[in-house]
């Protein structure tokens, strides 16, 4: 009796397992925003990310209600596929450990990954799409590379800027220390109203050249959208 019940047990888990693989169309992009998790933080430049993804789901009228492998995530079509939404809620700096899990688990190669994220290296309100490279001292971005074990994914890079007085030539004086606390400060403090209504203009533009990306390719995106100021 004991083994009639581990045979149809074993059976029963085989068909669980087929039917949640049944379950989900092939996922064939996937868009990623960096962030924090937490109230403190959602509306700080650090989770511009964060927000855009927010931007896409409302477009597609979907929700981010489905946690998998340390992330939110939702379905939407993106130029005629399926695609998956995710806030990594690791937070920022170890945003790797929930994508490469997503991207393992779903077989999506890497150059199918858009990152969104914000850029201090970039004037604010400025945009650039990007894939490869370095990763600027974003360690968001830097935890990402190492955990696929490539930079060969697609950044959306939104530019927020450098808190103001700030100079990489000051930083790098011999004998002075980097500005690293003004700049948490500049990235985790909650943004005015004046602030998040100048920004929404980068996080829809962010928005939009992620279906660019899907649906023209990315060339042709970055032809378009790194040309604008």
Known sequence: MAAIKRLFGNFRSSRAKKSDSNSHPSIQWMVAGLGNPGEEYSRSR???????????????????????FKGVTAEITLAEKTALLVKPQTFYNLSGE????????????PQNLIVLHDELDLEAGRLRIKQGGGDAGNRGVRSIAESLGTTDFIRVRMGIGRPRGFSNEVEMEPGRQPKTEENKDYLLRPMTAAERQAIAALLERAALAVEAIAQDGLEAAMNRYNQCS
């Open 46 to 68: 650090h989770n511009a990310g964060f927000m855009t993804i927010d931007r896409i789901a409302k477009a597609k009228n979907v929700e981010l209600n489905r946690r998998r």
């Open 98 to 109: 929930c994508i490469s899990d997503l991207i393992g688990y779903f077989k999506i190669p």
